[in-house]
């Protein structure tokens, strides 16, 4: 069973710029969350997809997007990036049931805004 | 309002037991008691899950008291892989939605 991964593993971007992070999930699972770490913070929920639709949003802004595609990966894009937007980005992934609050998560894009 | 408030940092030696408190004053009827642990550059991992009284799996303890304002993650005999941060996590059970996390506890094991 393949667990989640992530692409890719580091980045560097420059404010204003376009990024888009992308996710795999694990074998089996419908959903994906996307999260945004920074530095000794915990994680903050940004979005969710299920069945390629978004289902549920953090308080973020409209320039962090997502995509879900049929075989249930993921991509997050951010537009007009900002010094703020440098953080751990994770992915995590979860069956679509009604039990239970495990989520799998990915290693995470460390993403850097120069 | 935080849901949850733990320690920022704890301190223990190969071999002991590490007890972690989580103080969650507002917990609603329907809200389960999640702990995650996470390594540094890794994503978090769930460690255990409950309601009430005492939970036992291969890696930890979760005890509860009966009015659940409170949580205690007891992990026997750490080792120095055991340093990391833990998460103590307050929501409603459904795996489908959104993880609140707060700032965590930093574990170090020390030799």
């Known amino acids: 069973e393949t667990g989640v991964t992530q692409s890719p593993t580091h980045l560097i971007k420059t404010r204003g710029q376009q990024v888009t992070l992308r996710c795999s999930s694990q074998s089996g699972h419908n959903t994906v969350s996307w999260y945004q770490q920074a530095l000794g913070q915990g994680p903050q929920f940004i979005f969710q997809?299920?069945?390629?639709?978004?289902?549920g949003r953090g308080n973020f802004p409209p320039r962090f997007s997502g995509l879900q595609f049929p075989n249930y990966s993921s991509e997050l894009n951010v537009n007009a990036l900002e010094l703020d937007d440098s953080a751990l980005y994770l992915c995590?992934?979860?069956?679509?049931?009604?039990?239970?609050?495990?989520?799998?998560f990915g290693p995470g894009t460390r993403l850097t805004v120069l | 309002l935080a849901k949850t408030t733990q320690p920022i940092s704890m301190d223990s030696y190969e071999g002991q037991e590490v007890n972690i408190t989580c103080s969650h004053n507002?917990?609603?009827?329907?809200?389960?008691i999640t702990w995650y642990q996470q390594f540094p550059s890794q994503g978090p991992r769930f460690i255990i899950q409950g309601y009430k009284t005492k939970v036992t799996n291969e890696v930890a303890s979760l005890f509860i008291p009966a009015d659940r304002k409170s949580s205690t993650l007891s992990l026997p005999r750490v080792s120095l892989s055991d340093t990391a941060v833990y998460y103590c996590?307050?929501?409603?059970?459904?795996?489908?939605?959104?993880?609140?996390f707060g700032s965590g506890t930093r574990l170090l094991v020390r030799p």
């Open positions: 997809y299920y069945r390629e639709e978004e289902n």
């Open positions: 507002n917990i609603a009827t329907n809200d389960y």
């Open positions: 996590l307050v929501d409603p059970m459904d795996s489908s939605y959104k993880l609140i």
């Open positions: 995590a992934s979860s069956p679509r049931t009604s039990g239970g609050n495990e989520q799998f």
